[in-house]
Every structure is written in C-alpha cells, then in structure tokens.
C-alpha cells in the first residue's frame, strides 16, 4: 500500500504533466498569452501548495528518536499525532506532527521549533508580504491586491494583527544596530532634523456628537508624529545669490554644480513625543560621529519646542533656521502689504531674502519694524509684517545663513519635510482614515524601516526574535535567505 507521501508525489507527477500537456496540445494552441500565463500561474500555485505539503509530510514522518523535555527539562512521554494549518502564499496546508506531554506540563510538538513555524497560521512569508503592501495602502487595499494576485481571502483583522506582530521588534532592531547598514561613503557633515506632522486618531465619544460643528471645531482630533530625519553629506559650498536664484526659481540663476546627496539617512516617527523622538535621535547620532566629521548641524522650521529640544540633546551641533520657512515667512508679509498679484511683489521678497541669505539679518529686522510702523499700514497689514519680524527676531541666532553657505552647510530642511509627507501623510491621512495609537506606530515604524532600505534586514531580524519568543531559542535562519532562495530557484 503506497504511503501518503508516496500518493503526494504520484499527484504531482500527474498535475505536472497536465501543465505539459496544458501549454504543449491543442487548447493552448487557440488561446492568447494572458489566458496561458494566467492559467499557468493559478495551476503552480496549486502545484505549490501540493509541495509544501509533501516537505510537511516528509518532515513530520520522522519521529523524534532522542529524549523530548519540556520547558523546564521535564522529561515528555509519546502521546500522538496533532494536526495544524499552515496558511502559506499557496494557501491553506494541513499536517500531522508528533506530539509529546507529561502529567502538569504543556503539550509540546518539536517540529514546530524546527521548522520555526509562527504562533497563528499565518505564515511569514505571507505575512511579510501582507504587512509590506500595508505599509504603502490602506489596509483594504493591500488585502484586496492580495486576494487578487494569490485568490487568498485574508480578513481585516487578521492583516491589523499582522501589522502590530511585525512592528513589535522594530526599536530592538535599531537597538542593536551598531552603525548604519551598508553605508557606502560617509560625508563629513552630520545633519540631524526634526519636524511634527499630525496623525488622525480614533475618537472615544463621551457623549453625543453635536450635529453641526461650531466654529474652530473639528470632528477629528491628531495626535503629533514627531519625525526625525539622520543623515551625513557632503559639503556644498554656495553663493547667497544662487541660494536666492533657486528659492525664488530664477530661469536664468546660475547652477552652482551638482548637489551632493544625504547619506546613510535615516528616518524615524513616534507617537511618544518629542523628548522620545530626541533621545532616540542621540543614540542613533552617536554611532555617526567621529572625527571624520568635520561639523554637525541641526535643523528645524523654526517650532520653538523642537529647538530647545535640539539644542539641549545635541550641544554640539549648530542650530540652523530652515532657510524655506524664513521665505514663506516673508511671502506672507509681502502678499498683506502688496496683494497676491502685485507686480513688484517678487521684488519685494528678493530684496529682503538677498539680505537675509547674506547674513544681514539686523538690517532685515531694522526694514520689517519700519513697514509695521508705517502709518499707511491697515491693521490686517501691520499685524502680517508683525508676525514675520517676530518670527525672523526669535529665530535671529540661528539665521547666519553666509556663514553656513560659505562652509557648505544644509540649510533647507527639504529631507524632513519630504519625510513628513511620505512616511506619514501619504500613509496615514489618506481618505476618512483614523488610527488608534498602537496601530499608527506600528505602521510608522513599518514604513520608516521600508523607506530606509532596511527591511530585509529586519525582516530577517523579527524572525529570529519571534522563534526566541516562542521556542525559546535562536532560530536557525540563514543569512540573506531571499537571496539564497533565488538562487537556488535559478
């Protein structure tokens, strides 16, 4: 009588010559491409599921011959066989494996470690695959991509607890990240940046909502992500004339050579607040540093909160003023006094940021008190230039932008805003989306480590940890093992 594994096997051989005879005889010869390769990759995904099937079987034929123990060394006795579900990329796999007990001990199966196989049955693959498109869509969406491409009907809610499985390990990661991964050059300039982007949180209601707002009221209340942004560069030495040139967009500025690019950046979000944002931006500087830098630079839009914060953490750096705020700064007062349309408005913000990008800052101040102090002005009018001398007069110590210049400093803090849009604005303010705050970070990390370039490395990584968690052991799991799988499929 032919064993199970032995029918398996007979099965296969009989579907593989079906895929043979499917892309070889007469009805292939009537159908287009798409039918074919459609066909084709829903018959080896079956195919698939079959061998997972029989390495299963094959592997659960074995029975332990050494001595089984328990947790605490306890000694087990033989008691049967137990089945499971593997749910994997080629669907649901069911399997026997020996299981193991003793009077006041837990059941235990030792296949489970060996083949490290997680605490639900979702598999990691799947999962990794699942949280990867979560990280980017809504989670609809990367359920319904899922469904479409592998015909795998996953729940919401399976995919939400995916998600928070998967971020659990990402401060560990960097924990024990000594220095960034496979940094290819480092520049001599050490750049931190920190900025604040709210998130849109799920409302508790303590009592009914009214039915219309009143003014100033909004039906959804954001919490914070502080995002900060870790990255050295090269120098970029450039004149306060180009510096105005490309602000203000001139067709004919001249080009002052080819920007240097951030590297090793680093990008991080947390729910915690700022003194967490910080403290963790400190530890993953330090690694940063050495004497190969030559300056370190901070940069912010100016919230004062985030200033003090940089300042007190990072004594060492300069703090600089992000020179794009400084200009919307002085658009604004120049739109109040002027109007949107004015044809002189372009040159009203061009003398002022002239001056300004030359480190003329008192004299900046010394013009912007007078406009408030003309007597012509409206009260609206006044009030505008007045917001922009308060902002220009708070942020003074960090506005030496020829000095910076002429060192070849940042001082834009496009990285950071970049990042403010991409790793949460894009994710987490997409259309009606509200987050509870366990599940905003676990997507913010998610996505900062995918926006990193690290996410096979912590992949890697969370597998390792989760066998510890479960079989108490390191998980014998192959470096690069993506890698070594394609090429083993080649």
């Known amino acids: 009588m032919a064993s199970n594994s032995d029918q398996i096997v007979q ?3 009989h579907d593989f010559q079906a895929l043979v005879a499917y892309v070889t005889g007469p009805e292939a010869r009537v159908q287009t491409a798409y039918t074919v390769e459609l066909t084709l990759f829903r018959r080896l995904l079956a195919l698939g599921a079959t ?3 029989l390495f299963f079987v094959t592997r659960a034929a074995v029975r332990p011959s050494g001595t089984v123990t328990g947790s605490d060394g306890t000694p087990l006795t033989y008691h049967d066989q137990r089945p499971t579900t593997y749910y994997s990329v080629f669907g649901k796999v069911r399997f026997w494996r020996h299981y193991f007990t003793a009077r006041g001990q837990a059941g235990h199966c030792p296949l489970d470690a060996e083949l490290s196989l997680p605490v639900r049955c979702y598999s990691d693959l799947l999962r990794e695959w ?9 989670y609809r969406e990367s359920r319904t991509a899922l469904e479409h491409i592998l015909g795998l009907p996953l729940s919401l809610q399976a995919l939400e607890t995916g998600v928070a499985e998967a971020g ?6 960097y924990e024990q990240l000594a220095e960034p991964i496979a940094l290819p050059a480092v520049g001599t300039i050490l750049v931190v940046q920190a900025d604040g982007k709210g998130v849109p949180m799920v409302q508790l209601p303590t009592r009914k909502p009214p039915m219309r707002l009143g003014k100033g009221q909004k039906r959804t209340k954001k919490k914070e992500a502080v995002v900060t942004g870790l ?5 970029y030495p450039r004149t306060p004339q180009e510096v105005v ?6 067709p004919d500025g001249r080009a002052p050579g080819a920007r240097p690019v951030p590297v090793g950046k680093e990008l991080r979000a947390t729910l915690e607040g700022k003194a967490v944002a910080m403290a963790r931006l400190v530890k993953r500087a330090a690694p940063r540093d050495g004497p190969h830098i030559q300056a370190r630079v901070a940069l912010t839009d100016g919230a004062e909160a985030l200033q003090q914060q940089l300042l007190a953490r990072f004594p060492k750096h300069t703090l600089v003023l992000d020179i794009i705020h ?3 700064y002085l658009w604004d007062a120049a739109n109040a006094l002027l109007g949107d349309t004015h044809r002189h408005r372009t040159a009203w913000v061009r003398s002022y940021l002239e001056a300004l990008v030359a480190g003329q800052t008192e004299a900046v101040l010394t013009a912007l008190e007078a406009e408030a102090n003309d007597p012509t002005c409206t009260g609206t009018q006044r009030h505008a230039v007045r917001r922009t001398l308060g902002y220009d007069r708070r942020n003074r110590p960090y506005m030496h932008y020829d000095e910076y210049l002429a060192q070849g400093w940042p001082i834009g803090t496009g990285v950071i805003e970049g990042a403010c849009r991409h790793l949460v ?5 997409q259309s009606g989306m509200r987050w509870t705050k366990t599940g905003a970070q676990a997507v913010l990390d998610l996505r900062a480590v995918r926006l990193n370039g690290q996410w096979e490395a912590y992949w890697q990584f969370h597998r390792h940890q989760q066998h510890r968690r479960l079989y108490g052991m390191l998980a014998q799991v192959p470096e690069a093992a993506e890698a070594q799988a394609l090429t083993l499929a080649a």
Do not use: W
């Open 231 to 235: 990255y050295t560069i090269a120098p």
């Open 130 to 138: 699942a949280v990867y498109g979560a990280t980017d869509e809504a």
């Open 11 to 13: 099965h296969l051989q």
């Open 245 to 250: 040139a490309a602000l203000l967009q001139d």
């Open 425 to 429: 604005k894009d994710r987490m303010e």
């Open 168 to 173: 659990q390990d990402v401060a560990n990661f």
């Open 51 to 53: 061998l997972l099937r």
């Open 326 to 328: 400084a200009t919307e």
